[in-house]
């Protein structure tokens, strides 16, 4: 079975970078794009980019461009988000999610990691 | 970017119940829209992609609906097991975005 599991929670001061990961198996790694989506404590989702395992071309968010950069290694089936010049605002839980895509159904997320805590304090 | 605004933001409801929630697209996505589910501390999980297609493994009291702009969740019967949070997405276009959500608790 498809299975996303990420690296362990994270506390860094401001200014800091951090990196989280996201272990893949179960399915073919190049085929679907890695997406990262965060929530912070009691808010909704909020989307932060894609990336594309096999070619290795990204998307950002408008308001995380220059600030994030999302790679892979497909060695080992794992993607990675970096996001660099924390602020308190990014503490927040960080999901990644297998966009799986269904020809005319198109996109659609059915595979989530379990998340990571990103604490940013001084 | 799109927008979409989800309502109710919270919604209290019965065992039983028929329930309800919209999904507005700030402009017109055709049929790309998922809802996904969210229970405290976990992952959300899929339920409906494509407007109206029911993921593999999710009970049939589910359903969604709607194309364009105006787009609608229903769960037929109201279980314990569905109070939790419920989330739109549109992927018809850069950047994805989500609704606000919709919590349903327990009256």
């Known amino acids: 079975q498809v299975q996303l599991v990420q690296s362990g929670a994270e506390v860094k001061k401001p200014g800091a970078s951090v990196k989280v990961s996201c272990k893949t198996s179960?399915?073919?790694?190049?085929?679907?794009?890695i997406n990262w989506v965060r929530q912070a404590t009691g808010q909704g989702l909020e989307w932060v980019g894609w990336?594309?395992?096999?070619?290795?071309?990204?998307g950002y968010a408008h308001k995380f461009q220059g600030r994030v950069t999302m790679t892979r290694n497909t060695s080992i089936s794992t993607a990675y988000m970096e996001l660099s010049s924390l602020k308190s605002e990014d503490t927040a839980v960080y999901f990644c999610a297998r966009a799986n895509y269904g020809g005319n159904s198109g996109l659609y997320f059915d595979s989530w990691g379990q998340g990571t805590l990103v604490t940013v304090s001084s | 970017d799109i927008q979409l605004t989800q309502s109710p933001s919270f919604l209290s409801a019965s065992v039983g119940d028929r329930v309800t929630i919209t999904c507005r697209a700030s402009?017109?996505?055709?049929?790309?829209l998922a809802w996904y589910q969210q229970k405290p501390g976990r992952a959300p999980k899929l339920l409906i992609y494509a407007a109206s297609t029911l993921q593999s493994g999710v009970p049939s009291r589910f359903s969604g609906s709607g194309s364009g702009t105006e787009f609608t969740l229903t769960i037929s019967s109201l279980q314990p097991e569905d109070f939790a949070s419920y989330y739109c997405?549109?992927?018809?276009?850069?950047?994805?975005?989500f609704g606000g959500g919709t919590k349903v608790e327990i009256k």
């Open positions: 402009q017109g996505i055709s049929s790309y």
């Open positions: 997405q549109q992927l018809n276009s850069y950047p994805l975005t």
């Open positions: 179960g399915y073919t790694f190049t085929t679907d794009d």
């Open positions: 990336v594309n395992p096999d070619s290795g071309h990204t």
